[in-house]
């Protein structure tokens, strides 16, 4: 039985006239009179002595809205709904609290769509703005309304293998290198060739992308480990300068190698972190934890808990989403944020604060003006905006810092950073090796088809036509499962029974366990799914959030499921550890992948670049330059009627900083409350606040932490 619902506002709560007047200007449709917004539910065997119960209990407010049965007449009529494999939370949220509502509701699936109802004089190229505006192909597509039939879930077809891979020449090698849209480079795939031929196989569709995302320039940072020769500095005072820095970092590799320095090559990810590692082995940062799980900074510090000294450990994590934010700017910074919490989450840490650092072209740029392949600036800039602050917001994360930059470089790519701060008390903190016998347990969301090839996607030089190729790469945000899994995690009995834990993110299963151990058998028909018809290849890659993989003993096994189950959590075993130094996964009652650890860890073909030439800056670009022939002041006014002196403090109201009470310095202070701070400042979160912490060898003893984004 099928149901259909239209919910709309009642003229006193709806946007209509904000919302009209923003499409008129935008868009330049003048002839734009009024537009109206309304829900879309269709219900599949709800029963229908609960229907009146289900429509004002769950998808409906008696004193905001209004329900319709049929959609009111309109001159243009634009039905938007998500890509079919997307994750609708709108659906998923209904489905649950029908569910939380009556048992009888277990059967009922629910699909939702959004109706746009528009009055005016709207020719034919009025109507194509509009829909080019409202519809973005990477999520969403018209609703065709006539169609009342559940989309059958077509069964998944075995895994292909690549008969003849193995006997391609080069030219054809490079050929299907092309014709597969692989991230990894054309060395990399001989590698992959030369492996099958030891192996005397051919390989399937999943190992050939499992691969591709395990070494992708996203999973394992390769562009960063690019070996460097012959660097050579301009002959100038800046490069002098800077040739006297490199003496230094050469001076602290050979501290730190000692005689492995000459075989080591030059790195922008040696570069970046060797003064860590030179500071450590001169007997500095002791408090840094050292250990396997390196998913955030963890530092150790001593807090004070009403005069009682505990330790704990300190996590800062910070999360980029560029790529996915570009294309799909709502899923992209939802998942940004997402991403940045789960991160010190599988080091077991709760994370209490955050911040934003986006930046941006000129959001009030015409639409007409955008680049060909981009969506326009202010849809993504305000998108990004709405996913970020709805994803902390939902969660219950309280956001202190919202900073936005603005440049004409940022047209070419949207920048989309999420940073956090999370603690947690030492003793909850298990890290042990896992060992032959031990369970890996995913506990949390469902697996569906949204991010998949997501770590590759992102990895990749995009063109012209990455909009309409990239659809299934950006994953769907699900914050009240990640708070799930937050409280979770919180609990001691839970935490402490993890030998080791990896948030899902790039690279889904094929990553998040197979880093966990050097052998694992993976189990694919385990996997708890959101619909039918994945593919094996589809589950071993899918980067659908909201789920974690933790390591433990099989003795806890019943323990484990039954405290997740109390937050209302699935914990499925879905792998175990095993003594051969292999990843194995199987699916259907075949086996789809089997992989040496030694040639996965290889990371791919060595790349190397010659002839590095240090460029020198070009003052003239600097926005500091001031032009001669203008005083201070006249260029001090023009600075401040730039973007970059705009008020922000509407873009940070969006977000929530007041959430557990532990805000020490506010966003936005002063007599008037109008003066932005410059740090985000928050107690820990212990249960009663009352403390001091110190990190250890730096001799800092505060009752607060802080995170600037202005200042590192």
């Not at 250990?291 to 330790?311: F, H, L, M, Q, W």
């Not at 799930?484 to 690279?507: M, T, V, Y």
């Not at 007041?658 to 008037?672: F, N």
Request: proline share 5%.
């Amino acid at each position: 039985m099928h149901q259909r619902l239209y919910i709309e506002k009642r003229p006193e709560f709806a946007d209509d006239y904000a919302l009209t007047e923003r499409l008129k200007t935008r868009l330049d449709l003048t002839g734009l009179q009024r537009v109206r917004r309304l829900a879309v539910y269709d219900l599949y065997d709800c029963p229908e002595a609960l229907l009146a119960a289900a429509i004002s209990r769950v998808f409906s407010d008696p004193v905001s809205d209004e329900v319709r049965d049929a959609l009111p007449k309109a001159d243009f009529t634009l039905v938007i709904e998500p890509l079919p494999g997307q994750f609708d939370q709108r659906a998923d949220s209904a489905m649950q609290c029908l569910r939380l509502l009556d048992d009888a509701f277990a059967p009922t699936v629910v699909t939702s769509a959004q109706a746009w109802l528009f009055e005016g004089t709207l020719d034919e190229a009025a109507r194509a703005k509009l829909r080019q505006h409202l519809i973005n192909p990477i999520d969403s597509r018209e609703k065709n309304l006539a169609e009342t039939a559940l989309p059958p879930h077509h069964p998944a077809v075995p895994v292909p293998r690549y008969d003849g891979f193995t006997a391609l020449d080069e030219a054809a090698l490079a050929a299907w290198h092309v014709a597969q849209g692989l991230a990894m480079t054309l060395a990399d795939l001989q590698l992959v060739q030369k492996y099958f031929r030891a192996e005397q196989r051919e390989p399937s569709e999943t190992e050939i992308r499992v691969l591709d995302t395990y070494w992708s320039d996203h999973c394992r940072h390769t562009t960063f480990a690019t070996a460097l020769h012959d660097i050579v500095f301009p002959q100038t005072d800046f490069g002098a300068a800077l040739a006297a820095d490199f003496a230094d970092y050469e001076a602290q590799r050979q501290a730190v190698y000692g005689a492995r320095a000459a075989a080591r090559p030059y790195t922008l990810m040696d570069l970046a972190t060797i003064d860590a590692k030179y500071q450590r082995a001169q007997g500095n940062l002791q408090d840094v934890e050292i250990s396997a799980e390196v998913n955030a900074c963890s530092v150790y510090i001593d807090v004070d808990e009403d005069g009682k000294t505990r330790p704990w450990l300190l996590q800062f994590k910070n999360e980029t989403h560029n790529h996915p934010t570009e294309i799909e700017p709502y899923g992209g910074a939802a998942t940004c944020i997402g991403g940045a919490i789960r991160d010190p989450l599988s080091g077991r840490a709760y994370v209490y604060q955050a911040l934003r650092i986006s930046g941006s072209a000129d959001p009030r740029e015409p639409y007409a003006a955008t680049l060909p392949g981009k969506l326009p600036q202010a849809v993504i800039a305000e998108g990004a905006a709405a996913g970020a602050s709805s994803y902390g917001n939902q969660i219950g994360l309280a956001t202190g810092q919202i900073v936005e930059y603005y440049h004409e470089g940022f047209k070419a790519k949207h920048m989309e950073v999420g940073a956090v701060v999370a603690a947690v008390p030492a003793e909850n903190v298990r890290r042990e090796e896992p060992a032959a016998g031990d369970l890996v347990l995913l506990i949390g969301g469902a697996t569906g088809r949204d991010g998949c090839g997501g770590a590759t996607g992102s990895s990749r030089a995009q063109h012209g036509g990455s909009l309409q190729e990239s659809a299934a790469e950006v994953q769907k945000g699900n914050p009240p499962e990640e708070r799930k899994l937050q409280r979770l995690f919180r609990n001691p009995e839970f935490s402490r029974r993890i030998k080791r834990c990896n948030d899902f993110g790039a690279g889904g299963v094929a990553v998040a366990i197979g880093e966990l151990a050097d052998g694992l058998d993976i189990n694919l028909d385990a996997v708890p799914v959101k619909y039918q018809g994945l593919s094996g290849t589809e589950l071993a890659i899918s980067e659908s959030q909201e789920r974690m993989a933790v390591v433990i003993a099989a003795e806890d096994h019943a323990a484990m499921q039954e405290l997740a189950a109390a937050e209302n959590l699935t914990a499925s075993h879905v792998a175990t550890v095993t003594a051969d130094a292999t990843l194995t996964m199987h699916w259907q009652g075949d086996t789809i992948v089997r992989l040496k650890r030694d040639f996965l860890d290889s990371n791919g073909a060595a790349n190397s670049q010659h002839g590095v030439h240090i460029a020198e800056p070009d003052d003239s670009a600097s926005p500091l330059t001031v032009a001669s022939e203008k005083n201070w002041v006249d260029a001090l006014k023009a600075q401040l009627a730039t973007l970059a002196h705009a008020d922000q403090k509407g873009l940070g109201d969006r977000f929530d900083h007041s959430v557990g009470a532990a805000c020490v310095l506010v966003p936005y202070g002063g007599r008037y409350q109008r003066t932005p701070a410059e740090a985000s400042v928050y107690q820990l979160p212990t249960e009663g606040r009352t403390h001091t912490a110190s990190i250890l060898a730096h001799g800092y003893n505060p009752a607060v932490s802080a995170w600037s984004p202005y200042h590192g």
